[in-house]
Protein backbone atom coordinates (compact mmCIF):
# COMPACT_ATOMS: atom_id res chain seq x y z
CA UNK A 1 0.00 0.00 0.00
CA UNK A 2 1.58 3.61 -0.54
CA UNK A 3 2.46 5.25 2.37
CA UNK A 4 -0.34 7.67 4.08
CA UNK A 5 1.30 10.28 5.75
CA UNK A 6 0.44 13.22 7.66
CA UNK A 7 -1.05 15.74 4.77
CA UNK A 8 -1.23 19.10 7.26
CA UNK A 9 2.59 19.44 7.52
CA UNK A 10 5.72 17.38 7.25
CA UNK A 11 6.05 16.68 10.84
CA UNK A 12 6.18 12.85 11.04
CA UNK A 13 8.28 11.85 14.16
CA UNK A 14 6.57 9.21 14.57
CA UNK A 15 8.28 7.84 11.19
CA UNK A 16 11.73 8.59 12.06
CA UNK A 17 13.39 6.15 14.17
CA UNK A 18 16.22 8.51 15.58
CA UNK A 19 13.14 10.52 17.16
CA UNK A 20 12.45 9.91 21.39
CA UNK A 21 8.86 10.15 21.90
CA UNK A 22 8.23 12.59 25.05
CA UNK A 23 5.33 10.78 26.41
CA UNK A 24 5.34 7.35 26.51
CA UNK A 25 2.58 4.93 28.26
CA UNK A 26 3.98 1.64 28.99
CA UNK A 27 1.98 -1.47 29.45
CA UNK A 28 -0.34 0.59 31.55
CA UNK A 29 -3.52 -0.87 33.29
CA UNK A 30 -6.02 1.16 35.67
CA UNK A 31 -8.52 -1.03 37.30
CA UNK A 32 -11.21 0.17 39.78
CA UNK A 33 -12.15 -2.76 42.00
CA UNK A 34 -12.79 -5.70 39.67
CA UNK A 35 -13.47 -3.60 36.36
CA UNK A 36 -10.67 -2.87 34.37
CA UNK A 37 -10.89 0.27 32.37
CA UNK A 38 -7.56 0.86 30.71
CA UNK A 39 -5.89 -2.72 29.47
CA UNK A 40 -2.02 -3.34 29.15
CA UNK A 41 -2.17 -0.03 26.88
CA UNK A 42 1.15 1.10 25.33
CA UNK A 43 1.26 4.10 23.40
CA UNK A 44 4.24 6.71 22.54
CA UNK A 45 3.60 10.77 21.97
CA UNK A 46 5.77 13.14 20.52
CA UNK A 47 6.95 16.99 21.35
CA UNK A 48 4.68 19.62 19.48
CA UNK A 49 1.87 16.57 18.40
CA UNK A 50 -1.80 17.46 18.11
CA UNK A 51 -2.85 14.15 19.72
CA UNK A 52 -6.21 12.67 20.02
CA UNK A 53 -8.00 10.39 21.61
CA UNK A 54 -10.81 8.79 20.07
CA UNK A 55 -13.36 6.36 21.51
CA UNK A 56 -16.88 6.09 23.29
CA UNK A 57 -18.22 6.58 25.86
CA UNK A 58 -16.52 4.59 28.82
CA UNK A 59 -13.64 3.50 26.58
CA UNK A 60 -10.94 5.12 29.28
CA UNK A 61 -10.10 8.31 27.08
CA UNK A 62 -10.16 10.47 30.82
CA UNK A 63 -8.68 7.89 32.61
CA UNK A 64 -5.49 8.14 30.68
CA UNK A 65 -5.41 11.75 30.17
CA UNK A 66 -6.07 12.20 34.58
CA UNK A 67 -3.21 9.33 35.16
CA UNK A 68 -0.80 11.40 32.64
CA UNK A 69 -2.01 14.79 34.99
CA UNK A 70 -1.12 13.05 37.97
CA UNK A 71 -5.19 12.68 39.31
CA UNK A 72 -4.59 9.37 39.20
CA UNK A 73 -2.00 6.56 39.02
CA UNK A 74 -1.78 3.70 37.10
CA UNK A 75 -2.50 0.08 38.56
CA UNK A 76 0.50 -0.88 37.25
CA UNK A 77 2.77 -0.02 33.94
CA UNK A 78 4.94 3.08 33.90
CA UNK A 79 4.57 6.68 31.96
CA UNK A 80 7.44 8.74 31.01
CA UNK A 81 7.51 12.03 30.41
CA UNK A 82 10.71 13.52 28.35
CA UNK A 83 12.48 10.06 30.36
CA UNK A 84 11.54 10.60 33.70
CA UNK A 85 8.75 8.00 35.48
CA UNK A 86 5.87 10.09 36.30
CA UNK A 87 5.14 7.82 39.16
CA UNK A 88 4.14 9.34 42.47
CA UNK A 89 4.93 13.19 41.14
CA UNK A 90 2.11 15.30 42.50
CA UNK A 91 0.40 16.65 39.52
CA UNK A 92 1.09 20.42 40.31
CA UNK A 93 4.57 19.17 39.76
CA UNK A 94 4.28 17.84 36.30
CA UNK A 95 4.59 20.12 33.69
CA UNK A 96 1.50 20.12 32.05
CA UNK A 97 -1.92 21.73 32.22
CA UNK A 98 -5.51 20.13 32.12
CA UNK A 99 -8.58 21.72 30.74
CA UNK A 100 -11.94 20.62 31.65
CA UNK A 101 -15.06 20.67 29.29
CA UNK A 102 -16.97 22.23 32.24
CA UNK A 103 -13.92 25.03 32.47
CA UNK A 104 -14.39 25.99 36.02
CA UNK A 105 -13.73 29.15 35.63
CA UNK A 106 -14.31 31.21 38.74
CA UNK A 107 -17.59 33.34 38.26
CA UNK A 108 -16.92 36.03 40.45
CA UNK A 109 -13.44 37.02 38.94
CA UNK A 110 -12.78 39.06 36.14
CA UNK A 111 -11.60 37.28 32.72
CA UNK A 112 -7.98 38.73 33.52
CA UNK A 113 -7.90 37.52 37.17
CA UNK A 114 -9.14 34.26 35.93
CA UNK A 115 -6.57 34.11 33.38
CA UNK A 116 -3.54 35.41 36.08
CA UNK A 117 -4.97 33.00 38.99
CA UNK A 118 -2.40 30.04 38.96
CA UNK A 119 0.45 32.71 38.52
CA UNK A 120 -0.65 34.61 41.32
CA UNK A 121 -0.47 31.54 43.30
CA UNK A 122 2.66 30.71 41.90
CA UNK A 123 3.67 34.04 43.77
CA UNK A 124 4.64 35.43 40.07
CA UNK A 125 5.49 39.47 40.96
CA UNK A 126 2.23 41.14 39.72
CA UNK A 127 3.85 43.47 36.76
CA UNK A 128 5.05 39.87 35.38
CA UNK A 129 1.14 38.54 35.71
CA UNK A 130 0.20 41.89 33.83
CA UNK A 131 2.13 41.33 30.75
CA UNK A 132 1.47 37.09 30.68
CA UNK A 133 -2.14 38.00 30.78
CA UNK A 134 -2.37 40.55 28.07
CA UNK A 135 0.11 38.58 26.15
CA UNK A 136 -2.84 35.76 26.55
CA UNK A 137 -5.64 37.72 26.60
CA UNK A 138 -4.10 38.85 22.73
CA UNK A 139 -3.75 35.51 22.14
CA UNK A 140 -7.37 34.18 22.09
CA UNK A 141 -8.58 37.54 20.44
CA UNK A 142 -10.27 39.14 23.71
CA UNK A 143 -8.13 42.25 24.33
CA UNK A 144 -11.65 43.80 24.83
CA UNK A 145 -13.28 41.36 27.40
CA UNK A 146 -10.64 41.49 30.38
CA UNK A 147 -12.59 43.31 33.04
CA UNK A 148 -15.12 41.11 32.20
CA UNK A 149 -17.01 38.57 34.52
CA UNK A 150 -17.90 34.97 32.93
CA UNK A 151 -21.47 35.51 33.22
CA UNK A 152 -20.91 38.50 30.68
CA UNK A 153 -19.32 36.07 27.71
CA UNK A 154 -20.24 34.50 25.42
CA UNK A 155 -19.71 30.04 25.68
CA UNK A 156 -17.16 30.60 22.96
CA UNK A 157 -15.29 33.41 24.68
CA UNK A 158 -15.77 31.25 28.00
CA UNK A 159 -14.35 28.48 26.68
CA UNK A 160 -11.03 30.50 25.11
CA UNK A 161 -10.66 32.30 28.34
CA UNK A 162 -10.28 29.03 30.23
CA UNK A 163 -7.77 27.98 27.48
CA UNK A 164 -6.14 31.42 27.92
CA UNK A 165 -5.79 30.13 31.67
CA UNK A 166 -4.45 26.69 30.88
CA UNK A 167 -1.93 27.77 28.44
CA UNK A 168 -0.69 30.72 31.41
CA UNK A 169 1.73 29.03 33.50
CA UNK A 170 3.25 27.87 30.06
CA UNK A 171 3.04 24.29 30.64
CA UNK A 172 4.74 21.84 27.93
CA UNK A 173 1.81 19.68 27.16
CA UNK A 174 -1.58 20.74 27.27
CA UNK A 175 -4.54 17.73 28.10
CA UNK A 176 -8.03 18.62 26.95
CA UNK A 177 -11.05 16.43 28.17
CA UNK A 178 -13.68 17.57 25.25
CA UNK A 179 -12.81 20.53 24.81
CA UNK A 180 -15.31 21.74 22.83
CA UNK A 181 -18.47 19.37 24.10
CA UNK A 182 -20.43 22.52 25.26
CA UNK A 183 -20.27 24.60 21.97
CA UNK A 184 -22.61 24.68 19.50
CA UNK A 185 -21.57 22.75 16.00
CA UNK A 186 -20.61 26.23 14.03
CA UNK A 187 -18.81 27.72 16.93
CA UNK A 188 -17.03 24.01 17.19
CA UNK A 189 -16.18 24.01 14.07
CA UNK A 190 -14.39 27.49 14.15
CA UNK A 191 -12.55 26.74 17.38
CA UNK A 192 -10.91 23.28 15.81
CA UNK A 193 -9.07 25.96 13.76
CA UNK A 194 -8.95 28.25 16.78
CA UNK A 195 -6.70 25.43 18.57
CA UNK A 196 -5.20 24.23 15.60
CA UNK A 197 -3.43 27.76 15.50
CA UNK A 198 -3.12 28.33 18.55
CA UNK A 199 -1.01 25.01 19.24
CA UNK A 200 0.99 25.91 15.77
CA UNK A 201 1.90 29.34 17.61
CA UNK A 202 2.77 28.43 21.03
CA UNK A 203 4.64 25.33 19.89
CA UNK A 204 3.29 22.96 22.29
CA UNK A 205 2.40 19.15 22.61
CA UNK A 206 -1.62 19.28 22.89
CA UNK A 207 -3.66 15.89 23.85
CA UNK A 208 -7.10 15.83 23.70
CA UNK A 209 -9.96 13.28 24.00
CA UNK A 210 -13.35 13.49 22.04
CA UNK A 211 -16.25 11.54 21.12
CA UNK A 212 -16.66 13.16 17.99
CA UNK A 213 -14.30 11.46 14.85
CA UNK A 214 -14.87 14.65 12.57
CA UNK A 215 -13.17 16.59 15.58
CA UNK A 216 -10.27 14.10 15.90
CA UNK A 217 -10.07 14.27 12.06
CA UNK A 218 -10.00 17.43 11.73
CA UNK A 219 -7.44 18.44 14.57
CA UNK A 220 -5.22 15.74 15.12
CA UNK A 221 -1.55 14.85 13.58
CA UNK A 222 -2.52 11.26 14.74
CA UNK A 223 -5.30 9.62 16.70
CA UNK A 224 -5.82 6.76 18.57
CA UNK A 225 -8.58 4.58 18.94
CA UNK A 226 -9.85 3.59 22.46
CA UNK A 227 -12.25 0.76 22.69
CA UNK A 228 -13.30 -1.00 26.32
CA UNK A 229 -10.04 -0.01 28.04
CA UNK A 230 -8.21 -1.45 24.73
CA UNK A 231 -5.43 0.63 21.99
CA UNK A 232 -7.44 0.02 18.91
CA UNK A 233 -5.07 1.78 16.41
CA UNK A 234 -3.12 4.85 16.31
CA UNK A 235 -2.60 6.25 12.92
CA UNK A 236 -2.71 9.94 11.63
CA UNK A 237 -6.14 10.69 9.95
CA UNK A 238 -5.43 8.98 6.49
CA UNK A 239 -4.08 6.08 7.49
CA UNK A 240 -7.37 5.50 9.98
CA UNK A 241 -9.65 6.33 7.04
CA UNK A 242 -7.92 4.57 3.90
CA UNK A 243 -6.26 1.87 5.72
CA UNK A 244 -8.08 0.62 9.45
CA UNK A 245 -6.47 -2.27 10.93
CA UNK A 246 -9.90 -3.99 11.91
CA UNK A 247 -13.52 -4.02 11.49
CA UNK A 248 -14.07 -1.92 14.79
CA UNK A 249 -11.91 0.89 13.30
CA UNK A 250 -13.14 0.98 9.80
CA UNK A 251 -16.89 0.64 11.31
CA UNK A 252 -16.14 3.49 14.15
CA UNK A 253 -14.61 6.22 11.33
CA UNK A 254 -16.65 6.87 8.90
CA UNK A 255 -18.91 5.32 6.79
CA UNK A 256 -17.72 1.97 4.99
CA UNK A 257 -18.92 -1.12 3.36
CA UNK A 258 -17.95 -4.56 4.15
CA UNK A 259 -18.02 -7.55 1.56
CA UNK A 260 -17.75 -10.57 3.81
CA UNK A 261 -16.00 -13.97 2.57
CA UNK A 262 -12.92 -16.29 2.31
CA UNK A 263 -9.54 -15.87 1.39
CA UNK A 264 -10.30 -18.22 -1.95
CA UNK A 265 -6.37 -17.46 -3.74
CA UNK A 266 -3.85 -15.26 -3.01
CA UNK A 267 -1.02 -13.98 -5.04
CA UNK A 268 1.06 -11.18 -3.84
CA UNK A 269 -0.68 -8.42 -2.31
CA UNK A 270 -3.76 -9.60 -3.85
CA UNK A 271 -6.66 -12.45 -2.68
CA UNK A 272 -9.32 -13.46 -4.48
CA UNK A 273 -12.44 -13.68 -2.11
CA UNK A 274 -15.66 -15.60 -2.40
CA UNK A 275 -18.53 -14.39 -0.43
CA UNK A 276 -21.40 -16.18 1.11
CA UNK A 277 -23.54 -16.03 -1.82
CA UNK A 278 -20.56 -17.71 -4.15
CA UNK A 279 -19.60 -14.06 -6.12
CA UNK A 280 -16.14 -13.30 -5.99
CA UNK A 281 -14.09 -9.93 -5.61
CA UNK A 282 -10.78 -9.70 -6.76
CA UNK A 283 -8.85 -6.87 -4.40
CA UNK A 284 -5.33 -5.59 -3.29
CA UNK A 285 -3.76 -4.50 -0.27
CA UNK A 286 -4.69 -8.10 1.28
CA UNK A 287 -2.45 -7.31 4.46
CA UNK A 288 -1.61 -10.91 6.72
CA UNK A 289 -4.03 -12.70 4.94
CA UNK A 290 -3.65 -16.19 4.11
CA UNK A 291 -5.95 -18.91 1.46
CA UNK A 292 -9.23 -20.30 3.80
CA UNK A 293 -9.38 -16.77 6.24
CA UNK A 294 -12.09 -15.56 6.79
CA UNK A 295 -11.84 -11.80 5.85
CA UNK A 296 -13.31 -8.75 5.03
CA UNK A 297 -12.80 -6.18 2.37
CA UNK A 298 -13.17 -2.72 3.69
CA UNK A 299 -14.08 -0.06 1.04
CA UNK A 300 -15.83 3.52 1.96
CA UNK A 301 -19.04 4.75 -0.03
CA UNK A 302 -17.06 7.57 -2.03
CA UNK A 303 -14.90 4.70 -3.68
CA UNK A 304 -17.53 2.71 -5.25
CA UNK A 305 -19.32 3.76 -8.33
CA UNK A 306 -22.67 3.59 -9.25
CA UNK A 307 -24.05 2.71 -13.44
CA UNK A 308 -27.14 1.83 -14.90
CA UNK A 309 -24.79 -0.63 -17.28
CA UNK A 310 -22.02 -2.32 -16.05
CA UNK A 311 -19.22 -0.71 -16.79
CA UNK A 312 -16.51 -1.99 -19.35
CA UNK A 313 -13.01 -3.38 -18.22
CA UNK A 314 -13.47 -3.35 -14.22
CA UNK A 315 -12.84 -6.49 -12.46
CA UNK A 316 -15.29 -6.32 -9.74
CA UNK A 317 -19.14 -5.62 -10.44
CA UNK A 318 -22.10 -6.50 -8.99
CA UNK A 319 -25.55 -5.94 -9.73
CA UNK A 320 -28.57 -4.67 -7.63
CA UNK A 321 -31.63 -2.31 -7.15
CA UNK A 322 -31.84 1.17 -5.75
CA UNK A 323 -33.15 0.40 -2.68
CA UNK A 324 -32.72 4.31 -1.14
CA UNK A 325 -31.51 7.40 -2.26
CA UNK A 326 -30.41 10.42 -0.59
CA UNK A 327 -29.67 13.97 -3.06
CA UNK A 328 -27.36 16.14 -0.66
CA UNK A 329 -26.74 18.98 -2.97
CA UNK A 330 -23.17 18.48 -3.23
CA UNK A 331 -23.53 14.76 -3.54
CA UNK A 332 -25.76 11.65 -4.09
CA UNK A 333 -25.52 8.49 -2.36
CA UNK A 334 -27.15 5.57 -2.86
CA UNK A 335 -28.29 2.48 -1.29
CA UNK A 336 -27.73 -0.61 -3.67
CA UNK A 337 -29.78 -4.03 -2.74
CA UNK A 338 -27.67 -6.32 -4.25
CA UNK A 339 -29.52 -9.38 -5.77
CA UNK A 340 -27.43 -11.79 -2.83
CA UNK A 341 -29.12 -9.18 -0.30
CA UNK A 342 -26.36 -7.35 0.86
CA UNK A 343 -26.87 -3.28 0.99
CA UNK A 344 -24.04 -1.28 -0.57
CA UNK A 345 -23.81 2.37 0.44
CA UNK A 346 -22.00 4.33 -2.61
CA UNK A 347 -22.09 8.25 -2.73
CA UNK A 348 -21.06 10.08 -5.74
CA UNK A 349 -20.11 13.80 -6.53
CA UNK A 350 -22.48 16.16 -8.20
CA UNK A 351 -19.58 17.70 -10.35
CA UNK A 352 -21.87 18.82 -12.85
CA UNK A 353 -25.62 20.04 -12.45
CA UNK A 354 -27.25 17.33 -14.26
CA UNK A 355 -26.19 14.09 -13.92
CA UNK A 356 -25.79 11.97 -17.16
CA UNK A 357 -26.34 8.45 -15.77
CA UNK A 358 -30.19 9.15 -13.68
CA UNK A 359 -30.77 6.77 -11.42
CA UNK A 360 -33.60 7.01 -9.43
CA UNK A 361 -35.66 4.20 -7.22
CA UNK A 362 -36.50 0.39 -7.58
CA UNK A 363 -33.44 0.94 -10.76
CA UNK A 364 -31.40 -1.98 -11.43
CA UNK A 365 -28.19 -0.83 -11.36
CA UNK A 366 -24.29 -1.81 -10.99
CA UNK A 367 -21.64 -1.03 -8.39
CA UNK A 368 -18.08 -1.25 -9.71
CA UNK A 369 -15.28 -0.89 -7.53
CA UNK A 370 -11.03 -0.80 -8.23
CA UNK A 371 -9.36 -3.96 -6.74
CA UNK A 372 -7.25 -1.13 -4.78
CA UNK A 373 -10.32 0.91 -3.31
CA UNK A 374 -10.10 -0.83 -0.06
CA UNK A 375 -8.10 -2.68 2.26
CA UNK A 376 -8.82 -6.88 3.31
CA UNK A 377 -9.27 -7.28 6.96
CA UNK A 378 -8.68 -10.02 8.88
CA UNK A 379 -9.36 -8.75 12.65
P1 LIG B 1 -14.31 7.89 28.75
O1 LIG B 1 -13.61 9.15 29.13
O2 LIG B 1 -13.68 7.21 27.58
O3 LIG B 1 -15.79 8.10 28.53
P2 LIG B 1 -13.51 6.98 31.37
O4 LIG B 1 -12.04 6.92 31.25
O5 LIG B 1 -14.06 8.15 32.11
O6 LIG B 1 -14.19 6.85 29.94
O7 LIG B 1 -14.02 5.68 32.10
C1 LIG B 1 -13.71 4.38 31.63
C2 LIG B 1 -14.45 3.39 32.49
O8 LIG B 1 -13.92 3.39 33.81
C3 LIG B 1 -15.94 3.69 32.61
O9 LIG B 1 -16.65 2.46 32.53
C4 LIG B 1 -16.05 4.31 33.97
O10 LIG B 1 -17.32 4.03 34.55
C5 LIG B 1 -14.95 3.63 34.75
N1 LIG B 1 -14.41 4.53 35.79
C6 LIG B 1 -13.78 5.70 35.58
N2 LIG B 1 -13.40 6.28 36.75
C7 LIG B 1 -13.83 5.45 37.73
C8 LIG B 1 -13.76 5.47 39.17
N3 LIG B 1 -13.15 6.46 39.82
N4 LIG B 1 -14.31 4.42 39.82
C9 LIG B 1 -14.91 3.42 39.17
N5 LIG B 1 -15.02 3.32 37.83
C10 LIG B 1 -14.49 4.32 37.11
MG1 LIG C 1 -14.40 11.08 29.45
Known amino acids: MKSLGSIRRSFAPWNDPSARPYISFENVTKVFGDF ?3 DKLSLDIYERE ?3 LLG ?5 KSTLLRMLAGFDEPTSGRILLDGQDLRGIPPYKRPLNMMFQSYALFPHMTVEANIGFGLKQEGMPKA ?8 MLKLVKLEQFGKRKPHQLSGGQRQRVALARAVAKRPKVLLLDEPLGALDKKLREETQFELMDLQQSLGLTFIIVTHDQEEAMTM ?3 IAILDKGHLMQVATPAEIYEAPASRFVANFVGNV ?3 EGTVAAREEASVRITGASGAQILVENAGDSAPGNTVAFAVRPEKIKVSSKRPDGVVNAMEGEIYDLAYLGDMTVYHVRLDDGQVVKASSLNSSRVADDQLTW ?3 AWISFQPDAGVVLTQ
Open 36 to 38: TAV
Open 50 to 52: FFA
Open 257 to 259: NMF
Open 220 to 222: ADR
Open 128 to 135: DIDARVTE
Open 56 to 60: GSGSG
Open 362 to 364: NDR
